[in-house]
């Protein structure tokens, strides 16, 4: 019988058939199971937590937002092709806003009955026939584990819950108070202080910028200059205007985003900030309107990498100090799977084909492990339909499938931006929205064809 529990090394394992079983119920899990059921699969969705939304839920024991977080990617680029943001929202809306999509979402196509909540997977293991044995257990403790077979499995589990924290020489001696962005929810904690900020990506600027707001005093620490590109350019949200000009060869884009900055922002190194020593798109983009003017204000001070930190104070590279008593490491997170064998995934970063395919396991999947230059969503919902197709063709059309699977390893190497973007665990699956949707696009159609 299909259904019924059976024996896998002396342990009931429940075999769940053709089913597949999706990691993570945030933005890329719910659009996995939303189109894997589309495409006729059962699917059980499992999440650690207790609601939907993952990253944008702030209640979330992991969540990386803070009260003031907005979408720096604007609506129409960020939004799931199939589900509209509403229009009245506005270009940039709050994290309460995305989280009240993804529960309108959820409910409009029937998505909870398929999720287990307060489930955490534990691990999951290939087994005969390209199949998956899948451990969960309550992830807040009581009940017991239980053990799944599944015909495949979709792994949405995020990139922004595993603080990635820096070695700074001497941090162990510093008396200051020193937190990850990730414990940053409320700018009630910088009131009054002087605030050291590390890091200078999206999180590090905001934090600046209620620091200046707040904070007895700034400094923020960054290894590189950036570009700092507003919300808004010629009255449009920034990144709708990049996606205007994409027609555009990339050096002429990179020349006219510098002279628009150059006009609009000014010399940056006027301002105290660094040069960039990249051209703009060579870097996941920051974009931050207040980061300039507050240190126009005086209110930030920028500063280079740390060189070390004392008892009172903090060192850095181009020899000034500062006497913080709240230092933010404001130093990002890194993609983890705890639940897989390093194995499976191969390198560290993971390489796989699109972002997505494992090479050696035609029946892992990873949703949203990219990180483009716009909304992240659209991304993710084509990823999606293509894993969900990939899944039907191998039960259909299994030559034909074989015939695609080819080449996977190969293309596990490939990049997905057409500007020289460095090749770090923090860049490795930094993608041009344009180009990776185009190359989903065509797998899209090798798939169908
Ligand atoms: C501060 C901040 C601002 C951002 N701004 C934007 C923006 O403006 N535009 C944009 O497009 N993107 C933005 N992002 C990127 C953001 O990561 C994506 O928008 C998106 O939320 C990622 O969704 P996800 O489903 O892949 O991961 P997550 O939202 O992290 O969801 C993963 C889920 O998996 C669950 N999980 C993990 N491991 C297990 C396990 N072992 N068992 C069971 N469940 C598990 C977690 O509980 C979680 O619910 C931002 C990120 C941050 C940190």
């Not at 089913?19 to 659009?31: D, E, H, N």
């Not at 053990?147 to 922004?160: K, P």
């Not at 507050?294 to 903090?314: L, S, W």
Request: with cysteine; net charge neutral; aromatic share 10%.
């Amino acid at each position: 019988m299909a259904n019924a529990p059976r024996r896998w090394h002396s342990v009931p394992v429940d075999d769940r058939g053709n089913a597949v079983c999706v990691i993570g119920a945030g933005s890329s899990g719910l659009a996995a199971v939303k189109n894997l059921l589309e495409h006729g699969f059962a699917v059980d969705c499992y999440d650690r937590e207790t609601g939907i939304g993952g990253a944008w839920n702030i209640r979330h024991d992991r969540s990386p937002v803070y009260s003031s977080t907005h979408l720096i990617s604007s609506k129409p680029m960020t939004q799931f092709p199939d589900f509209p943001l509403p229009d009245h929202w506005p270009d940039y809306p709050h994290h309460s806003q995305l989280l009240a999509y993804f529960e309108r979402y959820a409910d409009h196509f029937g998505l909870r009955e398929h999720i287990w909540f307060g489930t955490e997977v534990v691990s999951a293991d290939p087994i005969e026939n390209d199949r998956w044995r899948v451990r969960v257990r309550p992830s807040h403790g009581g009940g017991a584990e239980r053990e799944l077979s599944y015909a495949a499995v979709v792994v949405a589990n995020g990139h922004n819950s595993h603080p990635r924290t820096p070695a700074l020489p001497g941090i162990e001696d510093f008396r200051g108070k020193v937190i990850h962005s990730s414990s940053y929810k409320d700018a009630a904690v910088l009131r009054g202080k002087k605030v050291l900020v590390i890091g200078g990506g999206n999180t590090g600027c905001d934090i600046a910028v209620e620091a200046a707001q707040q904070a007895a005093g700034c400094w923020h620490s960054t290894r590189r200059g950036y570009w700092y590109a507003p919300k808004y350019v010629f009255g449009r949200p920034a990144d709708q205007v990049n996606d205007a000009t994409q027609w555009l060869p990339l050096r002429l884009r990179q020349w006219a985003f510098h002279r628009v900055l150059r006009l609009t922002v000014g010399d940056l190194t006027r301002f105290g900030l660094r040069k960039p020593d990249h051209k703009v798109y060579e870097t996941h983009p920051i974009v931050n309107s207040q980061l300039v003017y507050y240190v126009g204000h005086g209110a930030i001070t920028p500063v280079t990498d740390v060189k070390r930190f004392n008892a009172r104070t903090v060192e850095f590279e181009d020899g000034t100090e500062a006497e913080p008593d709240l230092v933010v490491l404001a130093t990002g997170y890194a993609p983890r799977f705890e639940f897989l064998d390093p194995g499976i995934l191969g390198a560290n970063p993971p390489r796989l084909w699109l972002h997505m395919f494992a090479p050696r396991h035609p029946t892992l999947a990873v949703a949203g492990l990219v990180q483009p230059d716009s909304g992240q969503f659209p991304l993710v919902h084509w990823q999606t339909q293509a894993i969900a197709r990939w899944l039907t063709l191998r039960t259909t059309n299994p030559e034909r499938a074989a015939q695609i699977w080819a080449g996977a390893a190969d293309r596990a190497e490939w990049r997905w931006t057409k500007a020289k973007v460095s090749a770090t665990e923090r860049h490795w699956f930094e993608v041009s929205h344009v180009t990776y949707l185009k190359a989903v696009e065509s797998l899209l159609k090798e798939l169908t064809a």
